[in-house]
Structure formats: C-alpha cells, structure tokens
C-alpha cells in the first residue's frame, strides 16, 4: 500500500510532494527519470574506478555492464566472460574467437527532453 512506503513522512509534507509531482509534465517526469539512470550508472563505474584503478575505459564499461548482465549475455554480446577473475584482454582471444578488442564502448548520453 502507498501509505506504507511514506509512513515515515509528515502528513503535510507528503500532501505537498504529491502536490508537487502531479504538476510536473510527463517530459518533465522523463527527464528526471533518464537523469538518475545515468547517476546510477555512473554511481556503478565510479564503483568499479574505486576496485580497478588502473582499469581503462574499455574495462571500467565492461565491469560495469557485467554488474547489470548475465554472465552468458555479457560473453555474447561483448565477447568478455566476467567470471573470469583477470582484466579483459586485447590481445587474447575468447573461446569463440571473438577479440576483446573488438568491443566498443558506446557513448551514453541522456535521451533529449524538452519540457
């Protein structure tokens, strides 16, 4: 029930928030969503910076993606196992035969709102 996820919070306070939220236009609404998308993901790569300081940008994609993805998926679309305790390699194949070098890391970007 709704009332229990904000239980903690003054009855006035919570009239004014939902008050606040049901003014905000869907673009609005968007856009606030694709914005803590990104700091969550961002949140994970400054994660893997802090476990894998030397990891390159390549890398620092890859752990993070495989902290989202499943093993089996994370090898067939970027040819990387993360189970596998070692850095990705460029110069060593995978078991397919696909290169790690191959993989390409795109550049995220927040999807265009207007409001």
Do not use: I
């Not at 003014?23 to 609404?29: A, E, F, G, I, M």
């Not at 850095?87 to 409001?115: F, G, I, L, Y």
Request: charged fraction near 35%.
């Amino acid at each position: 029930m709704l009332s229990d996820f904000f239980s903690d919070t003054d009855p006035q306070a919570l009239e004014v928030f939902l008050s606040l939220q049901r003014r905000r236009t869907p673009s609005q609404k968007l856009k606030q969503m694709f914005e803590m998308t990104e700091l969550v993901l961002k949140a994970a790569e400054a994660g893997v910076r802090q476990m894998y300081p030397d990891a390159d940008e390549r890398e620092v994609f890859l752990r993070a993606a495989a902290r989202r993805l499943d093993p089996e998926t994370m090898f067939k679309v970027y040819g990387w196992d993360p189970r596998l305790r070692d850095a990705p390699s460029p110069d060593a194949p995978s078991p397919k035969a696909k290169r790690q070098d191959s993989v390409h890391v795109p550049e995220r970007r927040c999807a265009n709102v207007h409001e």
